[in-house]
T-cell receptor, first 115, second 116 residues
């Protein structure tokens, strides 16, 4: 069985602060994929990034960066110089091969960015 | 806008009534997924289609739930004899499975159901 844990239920930061959202996953499969989605108040899940288990290279996209470490089964997400528009619930998710592309989501981290 | 669309966006119904939701995937996407999200939780997989074939159903999907994708394009999710526990956001996602590798699922805005 697959499991994704996002221990941080809610984080509040002041604009321009950096913030890291933690994600820890469990799977017995050696091939799997990890995702981050953003859910703004409108409700729609917005795809941010995906990573496969063979690619541990960290990635940066603008103010967003992701740190994938298989040794600790973690796939953390950092927002640099946060902005009010970053306020949303962020979900980490996992697909293990052989699970018919079913996403297993964590419970999400609500990020509140204030002025 | 060529993203995933869902209708209605909100639905309020009385316990015992039947409801039907519609999802229109991104054009040419051959896979379509349904998820359910309750308050404070992440989405949970319900079922998925590849073209018109329903390939997997979660045990969360009781006999009161049925989903169809008759022509491999839009899909409907029907809940019969609704219960208060059915109150949730129902999310639809679509993806294009082409060749090897894993596809990315793109989500619609969801249908929020409230059963009174």
């Amino acid at each position: 069985a697959q499991k994704v844990t996002q221990a941080q239920t809610e984080i509040s930061v002041v604009e321009k602060e950096d913030v890291t959202l933690d994600c820890v996953y469990e799977t017995r499969d050696t091939t799997y994929y990890l995702f981050w989605y953003k859910q703004p108040p409108s409700g729609e899940l917005v795809f941010l990034i995906r990573r496969n288990s063979f690619d541990e290279q960290n990635e940066i996209s603008g103010r967003y960066s992701w740190n994938f470490q298989k040794s600790t089964s973690s796939f953390n997400f950092t927002i640099t110089a946060s902005q009010v528009v970053d306020s949303a619930v962020y979900f980490c998710a996992l697909i293990a091969t052989g699970t018919a592309s079913k996403l297993t989501f964590g419970t999400g981290t609500r990020l509140q960015v204030t002025l | 806008d060529t993203g995933v669309s869902q209708d209605p966006r909100h639905k309020i119904t009385k316990r015992g009534q039947n409801v039907t939701f519609r999802c229109d995937p991104i054009s040419e996407h051959n896979r379509l997924y349904w998820y359910r999200q309750t308050l404070g939780q992440g989405p949970e997989f319900l079922t998925y289609f590849q073209n018109e074939a329903q390939l997997e159903k979660s045990r969360l999907l009781s006999d009161r739930f049925s989903a169809e994708r008759p022509k491999g394009s839009f899909s409907t999710l029907e809940i019969q004899r609704t219960e208060q526990g059915d109150s949730a956001m129902y999310l639809c996602a679509s993806s294009l499975l082409a060749g090897g590798g894993l596809e990315t699922q793109y989500f619609g805005p969801g249908t929020r159901l409230l059963v009174l």
